[in-house]
């Protein structure tokens, strides 16, 4: 399969297969004009990859999935572990987005909206808020 045709299978551009070979991801095998020749199981890597950075898996954590997904010896906990610690970044960009969303929140509501040029949003920002939590 030549670049279009595996971007279109796997759902990635072009562009993104491309930084995946150029990094190590994925070794397409090369024609003898010098194109790219993706085999199937460059395919399905390529679906694998896509499904993990879906879900916010850094390219470092899915350089690891890969290897231990290809590793037949490897052990079910050391995915595990690899999922978890993603699990518990992603809990705690949560906390922090909540936290962000009350502070907004709580700014907006303060503000009265008006024609006046006293902004409680604006103080916060620049640190003069008398309201900051």
Known sequence: MNIGEVAARSGLPPKTIRYYEDIGLVRPQRSE????????????KLAFLGRARALGFSIEDCRTLLGLYEDES?????????????????????????????????????CHGDDRPDCPILGDLSGTNPLRR
């Open 33 to 44: 004009n010098g194109y790219r020749a993706f085999r199937d199981t460059d395919l399905h």
């Open 74 to 110: 490897r052990e079910s906990a050391q995915v595990k572990a690899v999922a978890e610690e993603h699990l518990r970044m992603i809990d705690d960009k949560i906390a922090q987005l909540r936290t962000m969303r009350d502070t907004l929140g709580h700014l907006v509501q303060s």
